[in-house]
T-cell receptor, first 111, second 118 residues
Framework: GENVEQHPSTLSVQEGDSAVIKCTYS??????FPWYKQELGKRPQLIID?????GEKKDQRIAVTLNKTAKHFSLHITETQPEDSAVYFC??????????FGTGTSLTVIP | KAGVTQTPRYLIKTRGQQVTLSCSPI?????VSWYQQTPGQGLQFLFE???????NKGNFPGRFSGRQFSNSRSEMNVSTLELGDSALYLC?????????????????FGEGSWLTVV
């Protein structure tokens, strides 16, 4: 089955700096990669996603890149703000429509 | 449009008891999946239901079971509760996983049910 690894597990950045979270996956047939943000005590919410036929996608301060050959994808947050503090999860969907999640990255943005 | 609704939000059970959690998906969504979230293990997939049939199953013991009704609402049951079952149980729904092999089937999570086993 698919195995998704996520790094780092914790990340602290100064407000205004950039944050990068990286994930690798094992199943080359996986073809959809969403990112979720989970604030304390709340549900995971989709913030951005990318399909396997795209190498990069950007939405304001958030961007995701995908390298299919290397089987890794990354989340980039620029100009971080305190409200970006949360746990971020990457996921990979295989051809069986099953999602596999990374173990999460706890991001802290220091004002 | 109402989101994914889970009940109850919080519950405390004793070891050996059983528990049933309920999930109402977003209107029009036919797939419901369940996840267990713990601090050390992240989001672990339990199972997925579509059209009242279990389509995918994670690596959890048989004490964990679920079902889906004709209106797409789903329940999961855990029997003979153990202390290690204490977790946040998240339900997620999606529109159309029947597009087998077609990706991009975005899933939306409910707020979860916090289960504490004492």
């Amino acid at each position: 089955g698919e195995n998704v690894e996520q790094h780092p597990s914790t990340l602290s950045v100064q407000e205004g700096d950039s944050a990068v979270i990286k994930c690798t996956y094992s199943d080359s047939a996986s073809n959809y990669f969403p990112w979720y943000k989970q604030e304390l005590g709340k549900r995971p919410q989709l913030i951005i996603d990318i399909r396997s036929n795209v190498g990069e996608k950007k939405d304001q301060r958030i961007a995701v890149t995908l390298n299919k050959t290397a089987k890794h994808f990354s989340l980039h947050i620029t100009e971080t703000q305190p409200e970006d503090s949360a746990v971020y999860f990457c996921a990979a969907e295989n051809t069986g429509n099953q999602f596999y999640f990374g173990t999460g990255t706890s991001l802290t943005v220091i004002p | 449009k109402a989101g994914v609704t889970q009940t109850p939000r919080y519950l405390i059970k004793t070891r050996g008891q059983q528990v049933t959690l309920s999930c109402s998906p977003i209107s029009g969504h036919r797939s419901v999946s369940w996840y267990q979230q713990t601090p050390g293990q992240g989001l672990q997939f339990l199972f997925e239901y579509f059209s009242e049939t279990q389509r995918n199953k994670g690596n959890f013991p048989g004490r964990f079971s679920g079902r889906q009704f004709s209106n797409s609402r789903s329940e999961m049951n855990v029997s003979t509760l153990e202390l290690g079952d204490s977790a946040l149980y998240l339900c997620a729904s999606s529109r159309d996983p029947s597009r087998q092999g077609n990706s991009g089937n975005t899933i939306y999570f409910g707020e979860g049910s916090w289960l504490t086993v004492v």
